[in-house]
């Protein structure tokens, strides 16, 4: 957020104020998810971009590896997994609609 509010490319940014409509595999219902980001920006080409951008940890970022014994810790991330690409392609979906970009971040691009 610092960076953010440090970047001179940035004309403005928010955070978890946009809800996106995602059908969840776990329920099949209808839930709201609230990205992380929605940040605008100026190009090098004076032209203006819309960003939405999830911050996650990059093991979320992946499908569980499939385990031997199923535990809870691997249900709970199966279920978190499914959760996340159905946000996730609800977000591409809402994004492309509209002419914006969108990324999931982890720690790699931070430099964690």
């Not at 403005?12 to 709201?32: F, G, I, Q, T």
């Amino acid at each position: 957020m610092t960076w953010l509010d440090k970047n001179d490319d940035v004309i403005s940014w928010a955070s978890e104020e946009l809800v996106v409509p995602y059908l969840s595999p776990v329920d099949n219902r209808w839930h709201r998810y609230f990205p992380d980001f929605l940040v605008k920006v100026r190009t090098r080409d004076g032209k203006t971009k819309t960003m939405m951008i999830e911050v996650k940890p990059k093991y979320q970022t992946q499908p569980p590896k499939p385990q031997k014994r199923t535990t809870k810790k691997y249900i709970n991330e199966v279920a978190t997994w499914g959760i996340n690409e159905a946000k996730w392609k609800a977000a591409q979906e809402y994004c492309a609609d509209r002419g914006w970009q969108f990324s999931v971040v982890t720690e790699d691009h931070l430099g964690l």
